[in-house]
Each structure stands twice: as structure tokens, then as C-alpha cells.
């Protein structure tokens, strides 16, 4: 398609999108009413009524709704290609994932028969009644969970990916034998350091950075208190790609939960409330199986985690709501998963009686809970904490649980986090190799949960602020071998996969933008 053509698809498509959304009729209402000020005019009715909605922050608000569109929707693409390649283009990687999507539907319905718990069941006046009444205390109810289990942990996931390879490509045909060094055999293209340097030119040694203390240029003082009136600045503009563009170098602690909030577009309107009042009524009346997961989830992790274990309520609430919200839905159709159904009882292989299970599309997997823990520090009303985790989610979280091709999806965070590693460090990255403890096997768990629950708070937060800023998960990346790197003297002398782990056990005390900014642009390649 020429240019013209596909920005036309974007608009129609945009367009489309907006047209049934509350937005819409709230610009709408505004414009009748402005109908009756004595300032428009019948012979500029266009004009006045578009000044009328400038100057009232409407077309602020439209343009905000627009660019949100254009981070989540799919690039336009040729008309006639099918559904399928608009989610994932590669078919083996749709395979791929349609058979893992199977493998954890067997073990969750293995375990809804062996337990002989339902999938669904509608909770009896007396339970809904007690849900309601210890809906801000769940975390002190103590469920005998004893039976229930993780549908999978991300070691799981590793091995298939590790397994993963492109029937067409002839790996013989690679010109450097370093290829294989690494776990992950599929030809994917993702940025080297140079190309990495030009994306996150904002990263480099002579920018100022928030999560820097030392920096050599401006007294950090100086910078910090000069950088959050700038911040203010973009916050009293309400524009979504000026604090998308500003979170580069890092979030104000003060400013971080509405800079955040204004780069999703997550405005939390009154029925944005009402909706999440909803999901709530949704789980008071109806118990799912998944709840238990969840619960277990919660338990096994955020629970044991000196930075977490007080939100622990929060997550409930958070993750029960999201299990039943159908809104999430709309990300399959970018998403190369596909969300699992099952049937009304007694009706099995009856399509017409198939139903999305969860509600959401979304089984939690171990670790889960930890994706919603940090952004507990910021926001205190659960509404908003929903909204802001949910455009998280539908934006990049499913993108490290899913197998695709995308740039910044897990396939290629491990494939770019290992072609780093072995540009950078070779000898280290051959060592750990040779003693089986390949660096991948390692850095996954803290890629998968975009290092939740593995940093200090105050520098998770950091990273994130990037991921935000730049659209992308690569930075995570880039992390996970910066810590390779800076733990490398250490790592040389391990002789064992369990002594690299207890090398890398503790990541608590790393400064996150320190690392980053060292191993991408003050280390010779």
C-alpha cells in the first residue's frame, strides 16, 4: 500500500474505533450546547464551534483518545490479508502458539476435574453477602488453596520457547557461528547496540536522567528541580505524547501517577467507575475456578514480598475484576493469542454454546499478580489502579506471555537480551555456556515479569517510566544483560548454574539507569 493509502485506512479505521466510545457523545453534547453562546456565528458555525471545543479542552481530549488508538490498534495492512496474519504474520509462531494455548487449557480443565471444582458456579446469597462485607479485607481470609496449582511458571514457558524454529530457515546458512551460542534459534530481526543507541539517544552519558544521582554535567539538584517544572508544564497541557516524550528521562516521584495516567489516557470518568463497579457486582455474584489461581498467585508471591505483602488486598480486587472484564478482549485481535473457550455443561464441541474462559481471555500464570504490585505505590483508589493496570496489560504486559514475532515481544527480548550479551561479553557469555549455565535460563524470570518483584521499587518504577516513554519493552532487555555485565567479574568464576544463580540472587540494590546507560553507550563494541 502507498502512504496516502495506508494513512487513510488509519483514519477510517480511528474514526470507526471513536465514533461508539462515550468521548464521542460527550464532544458531541458539547457541541449542541455551544449552539446557544452568543459568540457563534451561522456564518462560521464550523469554525466557531471548532475554536469553542479547542479553547474548552475537547480537541485536547480527542487528540489524546487518537494517539491512544494509534498505540494499540494493529498498523494498517493490505485489505484482503486474513485475520490471522494481522495477529501474528508467521506461521510457525501462530502454531507455536495455538499449542501452548492447548497445553494450558489441559492442565486447567486436568484440574477442574481431578478437584472436581467447577469452572463457574454462582455464589449463594450467604457467600456474596460475606464477599461483600470483607471486600476491602480479603487478604485476611486464608483459603485452603493446598490443592490448586499454577496452570504453568515461566520456566515452562522457556522450554518452549527454546524449542521454537522456522521450518524455512537453513541455520547453516549463518555466517557467524555465534548465532548458536544462545538458547533462542529463530531468525528474528532486533536492534544491535548502534541501532539501540539511536533509539534511546535520550539514554545517553550527556542527557540528564532522573535516577542518576551523580551526573557530571548539571549539579543534580539543579536538573531535578528544573526537570519537574517542565513536568508541571506538560501535566497542565494534558497532552498525552508530551508526557509520553518527557517520561524518556524518567518520572518525577510526585508527578509519576498522572504522567503515567495521561500517557494511557486512563482520564478514570465517572464511567470508567461505574464500569469497574460492575466487575466487582461480577465477582461478588460468580465464582470462577480461576479465582483460586489468582489467590494462590497472590499467596505464593506478592504476599511473601517486603515491598508488596500490604497491597495484598488490592491485588484481589484488581485481578478479580480484570479476570471478568470482556473489554480486554479487543486486544486479541493484535494479540497472537487467541482467548480459550469451553462449553456449557453438557453441551461439549456445541459451538454455539462455546464461551470465552476466563471472561477476560487471560489465564494467570505464576507471577501474574506481580505485573498490578507496583503500580499499588501509585494510585490508592482501586478504580484507577484497575484502569491504569489494564491499558498496562492490553499495551505490553501480554506481550511477555505470548509467543509473536513482535519487537517487543518475549521471543525477542531473549533473542536481543542474548545478541547483546554475546557483543558485549563473548568470553563470559562462551563461559557460562561451557558450565551449562546458559545466561538465558537465568534472566528469563525477570524479563517475564519486566523485573517486578527482582528490584527496589524506586528503581522498577524507573524502568518502567521508559518502557512508557519509548513504547517498548527492549529496555528490558537491555537491562537483563546490563546486569550480566556489571556482575561479570563474578560470573567468571562460578563453575555451576546454581553458583551464576546465587551471583545473580539479589538484584535489590542495582541502580537501574546507571547500568543502562553504562552498557549502552560507555562500553566499546
Keep these: 500500500m502507498d502512504e496516502g493509502t495506508e494513512l487513510s485506512l488509519t483514519i ?6 471513536l465514533k461508539g466510545s462515550h468521548l464521542h457523545s460527550q464532544i458531541e453534547r458539547q457541541a449542541k450546547e455551544c449552539l446557544h453562546q452568543p459568540d457563534i456565528k451561522l456564518e462560521s458555525l464550523k469554525e466557531d464551534v471548532r475554536n469553542f471545543l479547542k479553547t474548552s479542552g475537547w480537541e485536547r481530549k480527542l487528540q489524546n483518545a487518537v494517539y491512544r488508538e494509534l498505540h494499540v490498534q494493529l498498523p494498517p495492512s493490505h485489505p484482503a490479508a486474513p485475520a490471522e496474519h494481522l495477529k501474528e504474520p508467521l506461521a510457525y509462531m501462530r502454531k507455536a ?18 478437584l472436581g471444582v467447577p469452572l463457574a458456579r454462582m455464589r449463594p446469597a450467604a457467600e456474596q453477602k460475606e464477599l461483600t462485607n470483607k471486600w476491602n479485607e480479603m487478604g485476611t481470609d486464608e483459603p485452603d488453596l493446598s490443592r490448586f496449582r499454577p496452570v504453568y511458571a515461566p520456566k515452562d514457558f522457556l522450554e518452549v520457547l527454546i524449542s521454537l524454529r522456522n521450518p524455512n530457515h537453513d541455520s547453516s546458512e549463518e555466517v557467524s557461528a555465534r548465532s548458536h551460542w544462545g538458547l533462542i534459534q529463530v531468525p528474528l530481526n532486533v536492534r544491535d547496540v548502534p541501532q539501540m543507541r539511536e533509539a534511546y539517544s535520550e539514554l545517553s552519558l ?23 517544572q517542565i513536568g508541571k508544564k506538560v501535566m497542565l497541557e494534558q497532552d498525552s505524547a508530551a508526557a509520553q516524550q518527557y517520561s524518556r528521562q524518567g518520572c518525577p516521584t510526585g508527578l509519576r501517577a498522572d504522567l503515567w495516567a495521561l500517557i494511557l489516557n486512563s482520564t478514570n470518568q465517572p ?76 453441551k461439549v464441541g456445541v ?3 462455546a464461551v470465552v474462559y476466563p471472561p477476560n481471555g487471560v489465564i494467570p500464570f505464576h507471577g501474574f499478580s506481580m505485573y498490578v504490585a507496583p503500580l ?59 558450565i551449562g549455565a546458559q545466561p538465558l535460563r537465568i534472566a528469563f524470570k525477570w524479563m517475564v515479569r519486566a523485573f517486578s518483584g527482582y528490584l527496589s521499587t524506586d528503581q522498577l518504577l524507573l524502568l518502567w517510566d521508559r518502557i512508557l516513554g519509548y513504547d517498548s519493552l527492549e529496555i528490558v532487555a537491555v537491562l537483563a544483560a546490563a546486569v550480566f555485565a556489571f556482575r561479570a567479574e563474578n560470573l567468571m568464576e562460578v563453575t555451576s548454574l546454581a553458583s551464576a544463580e546465587a551471583v545473580l540472587a539479589d538484584l535489590s540494590t542495582l541502580k537501574v539507569m546507571p547500568l543502562i546507560q553504562i552498557f549502552l553507550f560507555a562500553t566499546a563494541i
Design 271 to 346: 464511567q470508567d467507575v461505574m464500569h469497574y463497579e460492575q466487575l466487582k457486582a461480577g465477582v461478588i455474584q460468580h465464582d470462577l475456578l480461576v479465582d483460586n489461581l489468582i489467590y494462590k498467585d497472590v499467596k505464593l508471591t506478592a504476599s511473601n514480598d517486603d515491598y508488596y505483602f500490604v497491597f495484598e488486598d488490592f491485588l484481589y480486587q484488581v485481578l478479580l475484576c480484570f479476570s471478568r472484564d470482556t473489554a480486554v478482549l479487543e486486544h486479541f485481535s493484535y494479540n497472537s493469542a487467541t482467548p480459550p473457550k469451553s462449553y456449557i455443561q453438557g
Design 376 to 434: 499499588c505505590f501509585l494510585y490508592n483508589e482501586p478504580s484507577k489502579l484497575y484502569s491504569v493496570f489494564r491499558e498496562m496489560y492490553i499495551r505490553y504486559f501480554f506481550r511477555l506471555h505470548s509467543i509473536s514475532s513482535s519487537l517487543s515481544g518475549i521471543v525477542s527480548l531473549c533473542l536481543q537480551f542474548e545478541r547483546l550479551l554475546q557483543a558485549h561479553l563473548p568470553q563470559l557469555f562462551y563461559h557460562l555456556r561451557q
Design 97 to 114: 502458539q495455538a499449542n501452548w494455548e492447548k497445553r494450558i487449557l489441559k492442565s486447567l480443565n486436568s484440574m477442574c476435574t481431578e
Design 206 to 228: 550527556t542527557s540528564g536522567q532522573l535516577g542518576i544521582d551523580d551526573h557530571t554535567h548539571v549539579h543534580p539538584d539543579l536538573f531535578e528541580s528544573e526537570y519537574v
Design 12 to 17: 477510517a479505521q480511528i474514526v470507526q474505533r
Design 351 to 353: 459451538e454455539e454454546c
